[in-house]
T-cell receptor
Framework: AQKVTQAQTEISVVEKEDVTLDCVYE???????LFWYKQPPSGELVFLIR??????QNEISGRYSWNFQKSTSSFNFTITASQVVDSAVYFC??????????FGKGTMLLVSP | AAGVIQSPRHLIKEKRETATLKCYPI?????VYWYQQGPGQDPQFLIS???????DKGSIPDRFSAQQFSDYHSELNMSSLELGDSALYFC????????????????FGPGTRLLVL
C-alpha cells in the first residue's frame, strides 16, 4: 500500500517569506509518480508538478521549486517570496503503475499581507 | 486549453433521494476517475474507468454506481443519500499511454458540491 505523509497541518507566513512544504512517501513499487496539487479556497484542485521515480532532478518554475530525494523518500515544495494568492491547501500525492492517486492530508498555507 | 467539465456545480438533496453527477473529460483522455472529498479531508478515490470499462475501485459505497459512456463522459449515480454523503465530488481525467504502459497525469474538474439535508 502507498502512503503519503504531510506532517505540517497548517503554516502561516507573512508575504515575501520563503516557505517549504514537506512531503514524505512510502511505497514498495520501484516505479512511482509524485505530484503536488493546489486547492485554493474556491475548491478546485490545480495540478502543479509531476515527478517520476527515475528522475531525481529538482525543478524550478518561477517562485516554485521542488526537491525530490529518493534517499529520504521526500518530495518537498518551496515557495519563494510568498504572496497572498499562494494561500491554499497543498496536497502531495503518489501513484504507481498499479494504483491511482493516494493523497497526503494536505498542508494549509496562509500568507498574510 | 480545455479542462474537465463537471455538472452540476452545486446540488442540494434530501436524505434518501438520488443524485446524478456528470463529468466530461478533457478531449482525447480515455480514463476517468471519481473522488470524494469531505470537509477538511483529502480526496478519496472512489472508482475509475478506462475505455468504458471499470479499471479500479476504491472506497465507493454500494449505494453508488458509475459508468463511462461511448463519448467518454462519465456519470456517478448516488442513491439513498445519507447526511454523510455531503462532500465535494471531483472527476479527473487522464490519458493512458499504451506504448509505454503508463497512465499520465490526472487533471481535475472544478468539483460538484453536494449537500444532503
Amino acid at each position: 500500500a502507498q502512503k503519503v505523509t504531510q506532517a505540517q497541518t497548517e503554516i502561516s507566513v507573512v508575504e515575501k517569506e520563503d516557505v517549504t512544504l514537506d512531503c514524505v512517501y512510502e511505497t514498495r513499487d520501484t516505479t512511482y509518480y509524485l505530484f503536488w496539487y493546489k486547492q485554493p479556497p474556491s475548491g478546485e484542485l490545480v495540478f502543479l508538478i509531476r515527478r517520476n521515480s527515475f528522475d531525481e532532478q529538482n525543478e524550478i518554475s518561477g517562485r516554485y521549486s521542488w526537491n525530490f530525494q529518493k534517499s529520504t523518500s521526500s518530495f518537498n515544495f518551496t515557495i519563494t517570496a510568498s504572496q497572498v494568492v499562494d494561500s491554499a491547501v497543498y496536497f502531495c500525492a503518489l501513484s504507481t503503475l498499479y494504483s491511482t492517486l493516494t493523497f497526503g492530508k494536505g498542508t494549509m498555507l496562509l500568507v498574510s499581507p | 486549453a480545455a479542462g474537465v467539465i463537471q455538472s452540476p456545480r452545486h446540488l442540494i438533496k434530501e436524505k434518501r433521494e438520488t443524485a446524478t453527477l456528470k463529468c466530461y473529460p478533457i478531449p482525447r483522455h480515455d480514463t476517468v476517475y471519481w473522488y470524494q472529498q469531505g470537509p477538511g479531508q483529502d480526496p478519496q478515490f472512489l472508482i475509475s474507468f478506462y475505455e468504458k470499462m471499470q479499471s479500479d475501485k476504491g472506497s465507493i459505497p454500494d449505494r453508488f454506481s458509475a459508468q463511462q459512456f461511448s463519448d467518454y463522459h462519465s456519470e456517478l449515480n448516488m442513491s439513498s443519500l445519507e447526511l454523510g454523503d455531503s462532500a465535494l465530488y471531483f472527476c479527473a481525467s487522464s490519458e493512458w499511454l499504451v506504448a509505454v504502459g503508463r497512465q499520465e497525469t490526472q487533471y481535475f474538474g472544478p468539483g460538484t458540491r453536494l449537500l444532503v439535508l
